[in-house]
């Protein structure tokens, strides 16, 4: 066989490769977008990061002494922010001032995004949020100093 014919065959041979190669990749990256997205649980869940929780109490309900809850579904993207837009109120208050001061202060929030397989990834989470009245003690009022 010439030599210039077994370059050739070699060639060939060699291209073939390197397409059937391109070709499995191309065909496994339809079967990974056919299967559609890895729904496996994370191997960790968001973690907050905030050293305060950045929730303002509502004045005129802290002055009549009200206490509530509200629990937020906050969608946290893989760089461990809410998603403004996504935060709903899950379970609401009594009143809709507290589920107003909890969605404002939501947008403050900041976690350690979830993890699958080591990768950051988006994740929605139930945050319950409570507000009380801190119960001190108030000292009673010296009257006979006032006079």
């Known amino acids: 066989m010439p030599v210039a014919r077994t370059r050739r065959l070699a060639l060939a041979a060699l291209l073939a490769t390197i397409a059937g190669t391109a070709a499995c990749d191309r065909a496994s990256e339809a079967i990974a977008r056919w299967r559609g997205p890895d729904t496996s649980p994370p191997d960790s869940l968001p973690e907050l990061l905030n050293d305060s ?48 001061a909890a969605v404002t202060g939501a947008r403050e929030l900041r976690f350690r995004p979830a993890r699958r397989k080591g990768k950051a990834i988006p ?25």
């Open 53 to 100: 929780l950045p929730f303002d109490y509502p004045v005129g309900l802290y002055l009549q002494l009200i206490d509530d809850s509200v629990t937020l579904r906050l969608h946290v993207d893989a760089f461990g922010q809410p998603v403004p837009e996504s935060t709903r109120v899950e379970r609401g208050a009594k009143y809709a001032e507290f589920d107003s």
């Open 123 to 147: 994740y929605t989470v139930l945050f319950p949020i409570q507000f009380k009245v801190p119960t001190v003690p108030v000292a009673p009022v010296d009257t006979a100093a006032k006079r």
